[in-house]
């Protein structure tokens, strides 16, 4: 018995000669995806705000996230210069503003004043925190990496990892202490232009690790 699938039941490619589909699957497989929302403030004290989907926790203890900018975007230039960043929890609530905060708009014109969110000043960091979000990091980088290929080549995408100093959570979001993800309204990324995933209870399952 062969568990090998008949070729003509699978597509398969090599992404560097192309996936030969409308559209590139691979954000709708690695998908959907958290959102880094990120807040920022340049050395001149303009402020930033813009979402990444390519964001990721990396370690718990001390907690570090990472994110991905793809091109050298204002995001990257501040915390180059500055050292600090804030992530701030997209809900469904809020996602129509998050969405407008990735207008390419020049670095010193604010998102928060575009979006009319409420910039909510950081304990630990000077860039502020989105008053609106009810779960906040506040971050300082650790390490910026620029991403290579397997030939050696870098590519213009660069990882921004951050250890995150302070979290501010809506005390509406811990159950009996416990954070209450699947009430919190969460939005995800998927694929193609528009996809988007909210996670509420419906989504919940339990399983635990063998012993
Ligand atoms: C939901 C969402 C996710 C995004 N994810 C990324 C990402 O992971 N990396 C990236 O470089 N741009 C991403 N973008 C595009 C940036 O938000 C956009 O280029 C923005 O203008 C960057 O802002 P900045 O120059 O103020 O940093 C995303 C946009 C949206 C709406």
């Not at 039941?9 to 998908?31: K, Q």
């Not at 880094?36 to 989907?53: M, V």
């Not at 804030?86 to 129509?96: D, K, M, Q």
Request: aromatic share 10%.
């Amino acid at each position: 018995m062969t568990t090998t699938p008949p070729l003509h039941t699978v597509h398969s490619y090599e992404p560097r000669s192309g996936h030969g589909l409308p559209h590139d699957p691979f954000n709708a497989i690695v998908g959907p995806r958290p959102i880094g929302w990120i807040s920022t403030q340049s050395p001149t004290g303009a402020l930033n705000l813009a979402p990444y989907s390519f964001f990721n926790a990396f370690n718990y203890v001390p907690p570090i996230v990472g994110f991905a900018s793809i091109g050298a975007k204002d995001t990257l230039r501040n915390i180059e210069d500055t050292g600090e960043f804030v992530w701030n929890l997209a809900t469904r609530a809020l996602a129509e503003p998050m969405n407008q905060s990735c207008a390419a708009v020049p670095p010193e014109v604010s998102e928060f004043d575009l979006t009319g969110l409420t910039p909510l000043p950081s304990t630990r960091v000077r860039p502020p925190r989105v008053a609106e979000s009810p779960v906040t990091f506040e971050c300082r980088s650790t390490q910026i990496l620029q991403l290579q290929g397997i030939d050696g080549e870098k590519v213009p995408t660069w990882l921004i990892l951050g250890e995150v100093v302070a979290v501010h959570i809506d005390k509406a979001l811990l159950k009996d202490g416990v954070y209450d993800t699947a009430g919190a309204g969460h939005i995800l990324r998927g694929g193609g232009p528009a996809d988007y995933f909210t996670v509420g209870p419906e989504q919940l399952f339990k399983m635990y690790r063998p012993r």
